[in-house]
């Protein structure tokens, strides 16, 4: 009897050992993928979808941008700039003024007295600067052969011109008042909120708070004569 009993808690001795190696080695297979197996799609480290920081930032900064030149402006006559391209306000935010509004075919007539007064360059390098910026049918309004005599005459083209611009970048709550303008006349802008005249014959702001790299644009309905 005393026999029996041993040789049943040898083997019994034997056996356990051999029988936790094999649990062991069960859960080491089933936490291990199989050779030549891939991870699953499913782990976080291996999405390829998801944006990184640095993108996110970009795309939210791009947007911003964007949608601070276009909601910062006002003014009815806004609807009629392009809502898209380089003529559009978040085009014309990257250029320089003169650059930008040659982009703008609202501008054209006063674009091209700027070039014949051979200002381009000396707008696209101010820095911080106001322009009231007539649009073309302000120009229209002026007879044929008056407008044809200044600007056959550079230095009153030059004059006139350089009468639509002021140092620094004037907010709309910087607007109303009496600045001098880079001809060294001055000028009166009257008004408050979206509403505001330029001048002694009270050209109105249509679109006002336009922004270009190194100017804040108002675009007016009239031409502002020395």
Do not use: W
């Not at 782990?43 to 941008?65: R, Y």
């Not at 009629?80 to 559009?88: I, L, R």
């Not at 200002?119 to 106001?130: G, M, P, R, Y």
């Not at 044809?148 to 709309?172: C, E, F, I, R, S």
């Amino acid at each position: 009897m005393m026999n029996k009993t041993r040789t049943g808690l040898v083997a019994l001795a034997i056996a356990l050992p051999l029988s936790l190696a094999a649990c062991g080695s069960d859960s080491t297979t089933s936490s291990t993928p199989a050779a030549g197996g891939a991870m699953s799609s499913s782990s976080p480290m291996m999405s390829s979808s998801e944006p990184t920081p640095s993108d996110s930032m970009s795309s939210s900064s791009m947007g911003s941008e964007s949608m601070d030149a276009s909601t910062a402006v006002f003014g009815e006559g806004c609807a009629q700039v392009p809502a898209s391209g380089s003529g559009s306000f978040s085009g014309m935010a990257t250029d320089p003024v003169a650059t930008a509004a040659s982009n703008n075919p609202l501008l054209k007539t006063l674009v091209s007295a700027v070039k014949t007064a051979g200002l381009v360059d000396t707008l696209n390098s101010a820095k911080d600067i106001t322009v009231f910026a007539p649009v073309d049918s302000a120009f229209a309004k002026i007879p044929s052969a008056d407008l044809q005599k200044v600007l056959d005459d550079k230095a009153t083209l030059t004059k006139v011109l350089t009468n639509h611009v002021v140092a620094g970048k004037l907010t709309p709550a910087d607007l109303a008042g009496t600045h001098k303008t880079l001809a060294g006349t001055e000028i009166t802008v009257a008004g408050s909120g979206e509403k505001f005249t330029v001048g002694k014959d009270k050209a109105n702001v249509i679109c006002g708070n336009v922004q270009t790299a190194n100017a804040t644009v108002y675009i007016i309905d009239g031409v502002l004569l020395p």
